[in-house]
Every structure is written in structure tokens, then in C-alpha cells.
């Protein structure tokens, strides 16, 4: 299965700024998922990033809010902007490795002050 | 809409004891994909099963057993014989068959003591 780096691994962040969270793929994929996971509780999907096109962002999510990059096949970036303490989550990317099984990141540890 | 319930918030367990966490999942879709994932304190999602609808098979992996029943809609996950190191939060999840999201239920936090 793919392998998936996520940096940082977590941050503490000041309320009001933004902060950009980096993932990488060890083979190319053509879609990258987002994942949130507010403190206890379940994962929900931020957005899906295809390379060449824009991002498909779930209900709820927003792209000036969340803007995606997906420069290649391999890497792709989530920011949380304008951060405030709810958006203080684990941030999970994940790729489609094996057939419909989804392999996860690490994940990115956020805390907004 | 697809929903994924994982009615046990928590349960805890003395080491050796065998423990089951329930899944109910709905859907009115009739391919789709069932899953387990393990999320021990570290964080990262360890993929532990997918299961198929057509395939009602139940299935083993060393301690653990997975018991798959569509007329009930539930996809239930067994540890047998448990170990301190099974300590983690496990999240069923439901997948349609074409469809991008992963639908995770709200995780059953397993505490094995020792």
C-alpha cells in the first residue's frame, strides 16, 4: 500500500492566521482526500484534490476557508485560514491504495490558541 | 443518505477477555464497501478489513473475527483472547461503490487492561 508523509505532525497556531499542511505520496495517485478530526470524534472528508483541477469540497467546507493544492500526482497541500480555536483538529490526507481501501497519513495535529 | 453507527462510545475489558464492537451501517445502495480501522493513541488510521456486499463470508485474521450481516445491516468486529496493545479507537466506515467519501461511524475507544 501507498506510503504517506504529512508534515507538520502538529502545530499550536495563533488564532487569525493560517497555516499550510504538506502531504506526500510514495507512487502517484490521481486523487488525494482530506480528512478532519475534531477532538473525539468521527473523521468527515474536507475535499477531494485531483491533479489539474480544483479541489471538490464537501458540504460544509469551503474553498477560501480550505484551499487545496495538487501541483503533481504525489503531493498535495491543505491551508486553514484565518484559523480559530474550532479548527483546532487532526488533519488527515489520504490516498486510494488497493482496491476502494483508503490509506491514511499520520495525520497533522492542529491546536489554535 | 449513508450513516455508520457505532452505538458503544467506550468499552473496557480486562486483558484475555474476548470483546465485540458493534456496527450498523444504512444505505439504500446495494454495492458498497464495510471497513475497520484501528486508531491507536499515536494517531494514524491502520486499515484492518474491507468487506464487500456481496460477500457475507465472515472472517478471520489471528484474534480477530469480522461477522457481516446484511439482514440486520450490521458489520461487527471481535477480538479474541485481547491484549493491552489492542488498546485503541476502531472506526467502522461505509464506502458506495463509485462514490469518493468514506462515511466513518463515530469510533468505539477500547480500553484493554491489564
Known amino acids: 500500500s501507498a506510503v504517506i508523509s504529512q508534515k507538520p505532525s502538529r502545530d499550536i497556531c495563533q488564532r487569525g492566521t493560517s497555516l499550510t499542511i504538506q502531504c506526500q505520496v510514495d507512487s502517484q495517485v490521481t486523487m488525494m482526500f482530506w480528512y478532519r478530526q475534531q477532538p473525539g470524534q468521527s473523521l468527515t472528508l474536507i475535499a477531494t484534490a485531483n491533479q489539474g483541477s480544483e479541489a471538490t469540497y464537501e458540504s460544509g467546507f469551503v474553498i477560501d476557508k480550505f484551499p487545496i493544492s495538487r501541483p503533481n500526482l504525489t503531493f498535495s497541500t491543505l491551508t486553514v485560514s484565518n484559523m480559530s480555536p474550532e479548527d483546532s483538529s487532526i488533519y488527515l490526507c489520504?490516498?486510494?491504495?488497493?482496491?476502494?481501501?483508503?490509506?491514511f497519513g499520520a495525520g497533522s495535529r492542529l491546536t489554535v490558541l | 443518505a449513508q450513516k455508520v453507527t457505532q452505538a458503544q462510545t467506550e468499552i473496557s475489558v480486562v486483558e484475555k477477555e474476548d470483546v465485540t464492537l458493534d456496527c450498523v451501517y444504512e444505505t439504500r445502495d446495494t454495492t458498497y464497501y464495510l471497513f475497520w480501522y484501528k486508531q491507536p493513541p499515536s494517531g494514524e488510521l491502520v486499515f484492518l478489513i474491507r468487506?464487500?456486499?456481496?460477500?457475507?463470508q465472515n472472517e478471520i485474521s489471528g484474534r480477530y473475527s469480522w461477522n457481516f450481516q446484511k439482514s440486520t445491516s450490521s458489520f461487527n468486529f471481535t477480538i479474541t483472547a485481547s491484549q493491552v496493545v489492542d488498546s485503541a479507537v476502531y472506526f467502522c466506515a461505509l464506502r458506495l461503490q463509485g462514490a469518493q467519501k468514506l462515511v466513518f461511524g463515530q469510533g468505539t475507544r477500547l480500553t484493554i487492561n491489564p
Open positions: 489520504s490516498v486510494e491504495s488497493g482496491a476502494n481501501v483508503l490509506t
Open positions: 468487506r464487500n456486499s456481496f460477500d457475507e
